[in-house]
């Protein structure tokens, strides 16, 4: 009897050691899970983020991409913060807006195009731009989620395409090992995603979210690799296909160049022509490869990195088909921007996506590989 006693007492002990452990387990799991809900498909926004502008002095305020009909909460990036409703914030004229003397963080105009060369790039027009890396502008930003009515998005809406991926299919249903690769620039490298700069709510990068995402689904072995490198193009990117993709073996190639490739203005011909090579290589070593290739997302329309960015979507199509599929994020950015600023969906306020815009890659390319997707 005084043994087990004892054994229970040790067990207690350990439950009690462990609770934290499976706590901060249970919210890193809730968090995937949230954010993988489809934007598209749900009558609740769930943390859209936002940053507070107080343009000549006024009051911040910015726009929700859909109309609320009732405002759940406004929360700061990092979701461990709420704050009040008629203290804090109000929604009023088709915008959120902050009240005075709130406890809510907000940028000026006169702080996001400085008058110093310092932490900033040059604007189109002139004058200057604020740039910055980690996690500034993630701290900056606030979480609203709400509800809206359905049906509220008017873009391009992904939908199921496994059949043109039968590999990868074959393997995700039989739950066999399957080997993800992404290879690309500082955005596909996770750049500015919180759980990149170890900063809440600690979100993964989307390559990770989409490897989760998968995971949780198909129950299967899925291996991921990201290689991609910051201020790279797709020309580097074919001169070093070979160890940074063909030697892993990968079953699934993600492709997502194009940001820099925008920014310099690469022909899209020559776009087209680095991506097609780079296909061609990996298949001469695993002719059962298949790919998804990533039109990327908008740099800042403001700045002079601003390129031939929008027209690489087209030429990425062109090599569509069985084994090859596109995720437009392209055409999702643009059509955000038509809602939304420019600041409320950025990590560096240059060329990065903050948790938010992650959050929609993640969604595009789990939608043509989950059937029904739901998150």
């Known amino acids: 009897m005084k043994c087990n006693t004892i054994s ?129 502008f993630h701290n900056q930003q606030l979480a609203v989620t709400y509800t809206h009515a359905a049906h509220a998005w008017k873009g391009s809406i992904p939908r199921f395409m496994g059949n043109d991926l039968p590999e990868i299919m074959y393997k995700l249903k039989r739950r066999t090992s399957l080997n993800i690769l992404l290879f690309g620039d500082s955005i596909a490298a996770g750049y500015n995603a919180s759980g990149e700069n170890n900063t809440p709510p600690y979100l993964p990068s989307w390559g990770n979210l989409v490897a989760a995402g998968l995971r949780r689904y198909y129950k299967g072995n899925i291996m991921f690799t990201n290689s991609a490198v910051a201020g790279k193009t797709s020309q580097w990117g074919l001169s070093n296909i070979q160890v940074s993709v063909v030697d892993h073996n990968p079953d699934l190639v993600i492709l997502a160049f194009g940001m820099n490739d925008g920014t310099i203005n690469m022909d899209p011909k020559m776009f087209k022509a680095n991506i097609q090579m780079m296909i061609n290589k990996v298949r001469q070593n695993n002719p059962a490869v298949e790919f998804i290739l990533v039109a990327p997302m908008l740099p800042n329309p403001e700045s002079n990195f601003v390129g031939t960015q929008s027209s690489f979507k087209k030429v990425l199509a062109e090599l569509t088909g069985r084994g090859i599929l596109l995720a437009d994020m392209t055409s999702v950015h643009s059509e955000l921007l038509k809602y939304k600023a420019y600041q409320d969906m950025t990590g560096n306020n240059i060329n990065h996506p903050n948790d938010f815009l992650i959050r929609w890659y993640a969604q595009q390319i789990l939608c043509m590989l989950i059937p029904r997707y739901v998150g």
């Open 8 to 136: 229970h007492i040790k067990i207690l002990i350990g439950c009690i050691l462990l609770f934290p452990f499976i706590s901060l387990m249970a919210q890193e799991i809730d968090n995937i899970d949230t954010a993988l809900i489809p934007f598209w498909k749900t009558k609740t926004m769930y943390n859209e983020s936002v940053l507070m502008i107080s343009k000549n002095g006024g009051l911040p305020v910015a726009n929700l991409l859909f109309t609320p009909d009732k405002i759940l909460s406004v929360k700061n990036a990092a979701l461990n913060i709420e704050y009040k409703e008629g203290i804090d914030w109000e929604y009023t004229e088709g915008q959120l807006r902050l009240m005075k003397g709130s406890r809510a963080i907000y940028m000026t105009d006169n702080q996001l195009y400085p008058d110093t060369s310092k932490n900033a790039f040059p604007k189109k027009g002139g004058g200057l731009i604020l740039f910055k890396e980690g996690s500034f």
